[in-house]
Structures are given as C-alpha cells and as structure tokens.
C-alpha cells in the first residue's frame, strides 16, 4: 500500500479517478518548481508517485517516490521520509526487486517506531510481510502480515484492512484454503461496503489468486466458503485472520 504525503488532488485518487488526479497534480507539480517550493514539489511528487502505482505503472512510480524522497531528505522531515520509504518498498516489491524492496522497508519501520507513528508501523509491516512472501519465507510474512493487522485493528484503521487480508490470504492458501476463501469473500464485502475496489494494477494478481484457491478447493467449495466468508463481520473477519476465532460463534475455517 502507498500514501500521499499531501492533499493535492487526493480527493480525486481516493475516488479512484486516477486521470483527473494525475491533471491536478502535474498542474500542482509545475507551479512548486517554478516557485522553488520544494515542500510542495516533494508532496506534488509523492501523491503522482501514488497516481501511478494505483494505475500499475511501478516504475514511473518508484522514480516519483525517489524523486520526492529526495528533497524530504533536504527537508529532514522525517515523518514524510517514512511514507516515501514505504512507498518506494511497495513500489519496488510489485516490480520484482524484492532485495530492493526490503532494504528501504525496514529502514521505513525503523523511523516510525523512533516516532511512535503506529499507523505508519502497520503498513510498514505489511510491505515487510509481503516482501517475504515473495521471497520465499511464507511463514515470516504471515507472522508480519498478521503483526500488521494487530495494529491497525488497534488504531481501527480499516481503509488498511483489505490489502494486508488480501496478501495473508495468498500466503495461506497451501495450507489454509479455507481460510483464506472465507478471508478473502469477507474483504470483499468489505471493499464494496467502504467503496474500495481492488487498484486496477493489482487486479490481474487478484484474480490469479482467487483462481488458485478456486482451483485447490473446487467450485462446489469454494462457492460455500465464500458464501460464509461473506457473512462475517468485520471483527469476526479479523479474528479469523489472527487465528483469535474464540468471538466466533461457529468457527469457519476447520479444514
């Protein structure tokens, strides 16, 4: 997951309409540089950085999140570092340099727990976690998927949810293929409720692994998984991914 460090033309990118953000923001971007402002050419930066990696163009991203790291360095603000850190990892993650990736994570992580910034530990975590999983150490990025997920039930930052369920699921699915059906049908509700769609660049990896769990379950169970994923609340669909189902009154995910 990637965050703007600004409002400008952000309103737009939560709505989802990527083309109109991308024209506010370049328009944004030309009047910093041409006033030298380098707070908000370094905002403008990070929220196109945003734009792009929404629209799955990783690399145009990465190179505006590095851009803007840059000049926050200059700036020596340290709360907008750690965004951009987490930011370039998320970046770098999705276009396969995972060493690349986990180098600027757990250098995003260790500045925000030196600022306490919880919310900021979470989605660094979750890069972590996810970087793992594509690296090969599934039960890390479990363990650090769900580490995350303890924190932003913490601090109820549910906007987080989906994504850090939606890449645990994937790593369970060797192993836990019912949980990770009832996991993913219930996040699926739940973007639809928060009106959070999947970002159009990740939807191909989306689909890919709905039809890896389609095909490890079969249709016929796959279909009353979902079903029953759909039904949980979202406390219920946060125990089940913690493994912490004792609110649960019929536990879902016997396999």
């Known amino acids: 997951r990637v965050h703007a460090t600004a409002p400008q033309g952000v309103q737009e990118l939560k709505r989802g309409e990527l083309a109109d953000a991308q024209v506010a923001l370049q328009q944004g971007l030309v009047l910093h540089r041409e006033c030298s402002d380098r707070w908000g050419t370094a905002t403008a930066l990070a929220s196109l950085g945003c734009v792009a990696h929404e629209s ?47 180098h600027v994570a757990e250098e995003s992580l260790a500045l925000r727990r ?15 976690g996810s970087i793992a999983v594509r690296r090969g150490q599934r039960l890390l ?5 769900r580490e995350a997920l303890t924190v932003f039930r913490q601090i109820d930052a549910r906007s987080e949810v989906p994504w850090s369920i939606e890449r645990l699921a994937a790593a369970l699915t060797p192993d836990q293929p019912l949980r990770a059906a009832h996991l993913l049908a219930a996040v699926s509700a739940l973007r639809e409720s928060i009106s959070m769609p999947v970002p159009p660049g990740e939807v191909a990896e989306h689909d890919a ?3 890896a769990l389609r095909g490890t379950l079969g249709d016929a169970a796959f279909a009353v ?9 979202f406390e219920q669909t946060l125990a089940v991914a913690l493994e912490d189902e004792g609110g649960v009154e019929q536990p879902l995910v016997a396999e």
């Open 141 to 145: 990025g479990i363990r650090q998927l």
């Open 225 to 233: 998984a979902w079903d029953a994923g759909n039904r949980l609340s």
């Open 56 to 102: 799955g163009d990783y690399a145009q991203a990465a190179a505006y999140f590095e851009e803007a790291l840059l000049l926050l360095r200059e700036l020596g603000d340290r709360w907008a570092m750690a965004v951009m850190l987490s930011n370039i990892s998320s970046a770098r993650t999705w276009l396969g340099d995972h060493e690349g990736a986990l």
């Open 114 to 128: 030196e600022l306490g910034d919880p919310f900021g530990i979470g989605m660094s975590l979750g890069n972590l």
């Open 209 to 211: 692994n709905l039809a």
